[in-house]
């Protein structure tokens, strides 16, 4: 399958020298989800930001759909509608007085009729389950309702490919879990999903493939079960398997579960593969 967005050999440095991004290599495929795991500080927020242009590479192209990108104000406009981008920090990123002004912002900037920009808003709000906020003053959310006014902002503007950094900084457990369960619908409406993260149990759970991330380059990128469960690969990063990949290896390894069994991606499904009655390995 082709590339709907790529990152060829960047390069970039802050001022002062500061390296962020080296011989960077990264594609992303229509449809999928695509975690960018790796530590804090290794470059990953830098990427997003070069993704949807809202920085140019010191070398190297990030192309959309096969053409380079396009950074006049008219290209930046288009390429920031197809691409989406949700900040780390929600309050980086919601500024209007209400959460309905809020999601307007986007469509409204696309140059949509008033009545096309509501009917965005609407649609975008449903599709979060946050349709009760709509005339909520935006500085008495919760951390949590914060994030999908600002994922609501990206969904109003339809864009083919939504940016995440860092979805589930600052969320309780439950809050997180609520949030990926969201991004689940995102994806399975078709959406594609690229998000930043460092934990390695979100990018088993959410992501279909994984660029595992280090000193500002990917490393390697594949399917989520190829790169989760190469511990060699993970520790060049400084990262280990997670818990329930682990897990899987081990009853793999011990004739518990049959060695096709694709991995888990909850301890449900890991229970399930453990019943009586699932094939096993043959004995001896």
């Given at each position: 399958m082709s590339a709907i967005l790529e990152a060829r050999?960047?390069?970039y440095a802050y001022?002062?020298?500061?390296?962020?991004?080296?011989?960077?290599?990264?594609?992303?495929?229509?449809?999928?989800k695509l975690a960018i795991l790796g530590p804090n500080g290794a470059g990953k927020s830098t990427l997003l930001l070069h993704l949807n242009g809202s920085i140019r590479p010191d070398r190297g192209r990030v192309l959309m759909a096969g053409q380079p990108g396009d950074y006049s104000r008219r290209g930046l406009i288009g390429w920031r509608s197809r691409v989406a981008l949700v900040l780390q920090d929600a309050d980086d990123q919601i500024f209007a007085a209400t959460v309905a002004e809020d999601v307007?912002?986007?469509?409204?900037?696309?140059?949509?009729?008033?009545?096309?920009?509501?009917?965005?808003?609407?649609?975008?709000?449903?599709?979060?389950?946050?349709?009760?906020?709509?005339?909520?003053?935006t500085h008495m959310l919760s951390g949590g309702q914060k994030k999908r006014v600002a994922i609501a902002g990206a969904v109003a503007m339809r864009p083919e490919i939504l940016l995440l950094d860092e979805p589930t900084a600052g969320l309780d457990r439950a809050g997180a879990d609520q949030l990926i369960a969201l991004l689940e619908r995102l994806g399975q409406r078709g959406m594609t999903l690229v998000f930043s993260t460092h934990d390695i149990e979100l990018a088993a759970t959410l992501a279909d493939e994984v660029a595992l991330f280090d000193g500002g380059t990917v490393i390697a990128q594949d399917t989520a079960e190829t790169v989760l469960g190469d511990a060699d690969l993970l520790a060049r990063a400084g990262l280990r398997p997670p818990m329930l990949i682990e897990l899987w290896l081990g009853a793999q390894a011990r004739g518990l579960i049959a060695p096709d069994a694709p991995p888990p991606r909850s301890a449900g499904a890991l229970l399930t593969l453990l019943s009586p009655g699932v094939p096993r390995r043959a004995a001896g």
């Open positions: 050999d960047l390069h001022p002062g020298g500061i390296a962020a991004l080296r011989h960077l290599n990264l594609s992303v495929t229509a449809g999928r307007s912002f986007g469509p409204l900037n696309q140059g949509l009729p008033a009545t096309e920009a509501a009917a965005r808003v609407q649609m975008a709000l449903a599709a979060l389950g946050i349709e009760d906020l709509a005339d909520r003053p």
